[in-house]
Each structure stands twice: as C-alpha cells, then as structure tokens.
C-alpha cells in the first residue's frame, strides 16, 4: 500500500532528545495532559502547499518535527500518527480528527495529493498545536474566578421537551458546578441566579467586568429531527477569524477576527480538556469540540466554552440530564476539566 508519507520518519536517540522526552514523560505523567514538547512546531518553516485556496501543511513534515510516526492507515481512509505521549487519527477528506480519543472537529478536511497527506495551517496553529503544545507564558496567567453560564432563563426557556425547560436544568447544573468550584477554593461569577432573562451581550460582559478567568456557558441541547438518534456531549469554542464554524446557525452578521478570537489558543484547550473528563468519566457519546461564531463566545474576553451536555430529546442522555444525581457527575467532570485546564495553564 503506497503511504502517503513519502518520507520516512525517524527520531533521533541523542541524549538531549532523552532528556527531552524524559521531562515530557514527567509533565505528563504530572499534569495528566497530552504534551509533546515543551515548545511548538514553527509552522514557517515547514513544507506547505496552497490547496483549495488555503495555506496547507505536508502532514509528514509536521510529524517529523513532532516527533511523531505514522503507524499506517487504520482503514483505507484514515492515518495514525503517535508517539509515546499522543495518537492522533486523521481521516483524508474529513474534518474529523481524534487525539487520544476525543472526537475534534477542524475547520478544513485533511486532503491526500499525489500520495502526499496535507493538513490546513490554520487547523495546526489553532487546534492541534494548542491542544498538544499547550503554550507556556511568564509569568503564567492564574485561574482564580470562573463565570459559569447557565444557558436561557426567563422569557427565553431553551429547548423545550414535553414539560421539562432547559433554562431550568442549565441553572440546576451550574449550580452544583458552583458549590464544587467553591470547594475548590475558585470564586464563581454566575450571569443568572435565578430563572431571569440576560441578554446574549450581557452575558460576557459581566464576565469581564468580575475579571473571569474563563467563561463557561451550560446548555443541553435537542435535535431538530424528531428520533434522529443523536445523543452525547459537544463543546464549541470560537471559530478562528477566517475559518468555517462547525455549526453555523445563530451567528448573525459575520464578524472578522473578534474579540473571542484573542484567546484562540485557550479556547481550544480549555473544550479539550473538558471534553476529556466529560467523555471519559460519564461514558457519554462524544460529538466532539465543534467552531461557532455565537455571541457568547465571539464577544467573551477571556478563554471561553459553551458546553451542550446531552440532548433532552435522546431518552439515554435524558435519563441522564433529569436525574439530580447524574447532574452531579455531570458537574464533577465539567469541574475535573476546568482543574486540568487550569494546572496546565498555571505551570
Ligand atoms: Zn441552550
């Protein structure tokens, strides 16, 4: 079978590459998190093509510099690219990607030319690089206060199944992420307390006017198809300026580069990391970290998500979204997230 890495991949053994993996080895085995290298790839430099308009990197270019090997197709359709510290799937002519089993969503599908792989520069600087090079700064920012969302409320109910309103179950889950971020020791901004209506526009606002550190926005979510099937856990983050959103409905009148974009590279890591805890410990089917250009993210001022936490209208997930005690799982992981989130950031 022809691979589509025309180039073999192989890592060199010398002592500092040891010590190097050595540290890696550590933080990881610290931080539970799926770092690579302590720094990242300069894109720059990196064989590139310009596919479809866009600026696409050869993907065994940047898995060389990645320490990374390609161990073959897993189908005909797909690529594995690992190492000892992450796994990544790709699938040719597909937005999906998996790194170390959590379903991401790229803004442009990985194409295959002339048996060479290549994915989209703004997919590797804005969503793989971030998630696996999570970016050191000095000094590193804190996490101390968490806006927490809770989707809806007042004239506007949400989804709405049979007798049960969204805006209800989004103010009781944040609720008990609440009182076990308080445990912690983090302060919580709440945009509503009680069922009242806030504005899209107010919502990141009062984030930023607390000095939230990160803005969590809590919603479930239903499908528009009456028994379609779809049930499990998304989280979106803002879409980087220029690229396509996942799900695209509700953005309004497009914006270039907004103000959500300045934390692209938080965005991506703090859905990552939720996603992570959430997938893992409720054994919810994962739908993935998905790109939108909703409000609430587009105008946040600080690393923001907005996490869909199960559709009401999947009998499953509703058992789930309407039991107090599977709430309070729910609650637990969104918070086991945050936590990863913020010790990565921190260190
Ligand atoms: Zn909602």
Known sequence: MNSPFPNALCCRTTIQTACRRAWSVFLVCLLGGPLILSAQVSLDRLRAARLNGLDYIELSAWATACQMKAVGRAGNDELLLTNQWARLRLAFNSRKTEVNGVLVWLSYPVLSLNKTAYISKTDLATTLQPILFPARANPPPKVRVIALDPGHGGKDPGNLEGTKYEKYYNLMLAEEVRRLLIARGLRVVMTRDRDKFVSLEDRPALARQKRANVFVSLHFNASSRPNSGVRGVEIYCVTPAGALSTADHGEGIPEGRCTGNRHDARNILLAYQVQKSMVRSLGMEDLGIRRARWMVLRRADMP????????????????????????????????????????????
Request: proline residues 2%; without cysteine; glycine residues 4%.
């Open 304 to 347: 923001a998500i907005l996490v869909e936490a199960g559709y009401m209208d999947d009998p499953q997930d509703a058992r789930r979204i309407y039991s107090a005690a599977h709430r309070k799982q729910m609650a637990q992981a969104i918070v086991d997230g945050l936590l990863a989130y913020k010790r990565l950031i921190e260190r």
